[in-house]
């Protein structure tokens, strides 16, 4: 387990739900919550959504739907983009400490160590979660806009409308090259 802020905003005791029959219900809204994804990814917005903690017979069903926003870069012609986006998420989470007796938890048959489990203290970190579904819904191919011409090939300026080449400045010793002009089409030299 990865250790947390005492005071993260993602991080939930549930003790007092996994003590309560199958079905109860928590819901929780969060509000301007601050997600850094490390070097890979750069949040511009926010965490801001709804999670739902429902009670099950083996632990607890989380169900969030959250949004936040991304900065990207459009593969055409290289400028920023803001990209919001939606996050689900449908995941089940297994304590790891028995609340009554205090022992471990096993292993159930089927169940691997990809398992979502709460942490020795019955808290449910909603971060590592976040930052998986974040990855997984991270858009490929960014388009500033729909139909982005890219960049020139030649100047490697955004192709806008109306975009042309200045004439290229020649060395100033070539310069006499300009007045040269071919006789016949076969002269191209």
Known sequence: MTSVPLDDPLTFNVAGLLSEPSGTVRDLDLRDVAIDLGDELTVTRPLQGHVRLTRTNRGLRIEAQLTTALAEECRR???SVEVPLEVTIDEEARPSIDLHSGLATPLEEGEDLETTRLTDHHELELRPLIEQAISLVEPMDVL????????C????QRLTPGHEHPDDEIDPRLEALRAFKVDAPDETG
């Open 77 to 79: 012609c290289l400028r």
């Open 144 to 151: 500033c806009e729909p139909d982005c011409p890219g960049l």
């Open 153 to 156: 090939p030649e100047c490697g």
